[in-house]
C-alpha cells in the first residue's frame, strides 16, 4: 500500500477491484467479526434502534455483517455494494438479499429504512461523493431511524486527511484509494445533510484481527 491522490479513483476502478477479489475477500475477512467486541456491541445497539424496519447495509462486502443483522432485534437486512462480485458472495454466503448500487443513488423509495449501516465503504470517497452519499442516507431513512458509520482514522503511517492507494491485492490488480477521515468533519457533512449526530466512539485496533489503524464510529439519526 502507498500514499496515494486524495482524489485517486473512481466508482468504475473501484467495482472493478472489489469483483476481482471477492471470493479471497469472503475467505480473509468473513469471520472478522468474531475478533471485534466492541463492533458486536454496536451492531446491536443499531438494531435495537432499528428493529422491525428494513435496514440498508450499504457497502456490504461479503455480507457478513449483514448475516449478524439478521439475528437481531428483528431487523429485516439486505446489503447494498458497488460490486455485483460481491452481491453474489454475499447471497450464496447468506440467502439474504443483496443489490448491486452505488451509495449516491440507492434505488430505495424515500423514507422507507428503519436503518442504514455504513461500515468502511465511504472511505473510497471524495467529500463530493460522500456528501451526496449522506444526502442519500437521509433521503432513505425514516424520521428518527439510526445510521451507522464507520472509517479508518490513522495508522501509524497516515493521520485524517491523508490516503494510501493500493494496486496489488491478494495477486489482483487493483486500484483503490483508502482515504482516512476526521470525525469531527464528517460529523459536520452528516449535519450538512440533515443527519443528527447520536454518539461517537473512537477506537484503537484489535491487534491480529484487523488492519492496525484507528476507527471511529459515527451515531446519527435523521430528526422526526
Same mark, same amino acid.
Given at each position: ?13 473501484? @467495482?472493478?477491484?472489489? %469483483? &476481482?477479489? !471477492? $471470493?479471497?475477500? +469472503?475467505?480473509?475477512?468473513? /469471520?472478522?467479526?468474531?475478533?471485534? *467486541?466492541?463492533? @458486536?456491541?454496536?451492531? %446491536? &445497539?443499531? !438494531? $435495537?434502534?432499528? +428493529?422491525?424496519?428494513?435496514? /440498508?447495509?450499504?457497502?456490504?462486502? *461479503? ?6 443483522? &439478521? ?154
Amino acid at each position: 500500500m502507498s500514499a496515494g491522490s486524495p482524489d485517486a479513483g473512481t466508482p468504475l476502478t473501484t @467495482r472493478g477491484s472489489y %469483483d &476481482a477479489v !471477492a $471470493e479471497r475477500y +469472503a475467505r480473509e475477512l468473513g /469471520a472478522e467479526l468474531d475478533g471485534k *467486541p466492541l463492533d @458486536r456491541a454496536l451492531l %446491536d &445497539a443499531f !438494531a $435495537e434502534l432499528a +428493529a422491525g424496519g428494513p435496514v /440498508a447495509d450499504v457497502g456490504c462486502g *461479503p455480507g457478513h455483517v449483514t448475516a449478524r443483522l &439478521a439475528g437481531l432485534h428483528d431487523v429485516r437486512p439486505f446489503g447494498v455494494d458497488l460490486s455485483p462480485a460481491m452481491c453474489a458472495v454475499a447471497h450464496r454466503g447468506s440467502g439474504l438479499p443483496f443489490l448491486a448500487a452505488d451509495m449516491s443513488a440507492l434505488p430505495v423509495r424515500s423514507g422507507a429504512l428503519g436503518g442504514v449501516l455504513c461500515l468502511y465503504a465511504v472511505i473510497h470517497l471524495d467529500p463530493a461523493e460522500r456528501a451526496a452519499a449522506y444526502a442519500e442516507f437521509a433521503r432513505v431513512l425514516r424520521p428518527g431511524a439510526p445510521l451507522l458509520v464507520a472509517f479508518h482514522t490513522s495508522d501509524p503511517q497516515l493521520r485524517a486527511g491523508q490516503s494510501a492507494h493500493l494496486d496489488q491485492w491478494w495477486g489482483h490488480r487493483v486500484d483503490l484509494t483508502f482515504r482516512y477521515l476526521d470525525p469531527a468533519a464528517e460529523t459536520a457533512a452528516l449535519a450538512r445533510a440533515g443527519l443528527a449526530l447520536t454518539a461517537r466512539l473512537d477506537r484503537e485496533p484489535h491487534p491480529g484481527a484487523e488492519h492496525p489503524s484507528r476507527r471511529a464510529y459515527l451515531l446519527a439519526r435523521r430528526p422526526a
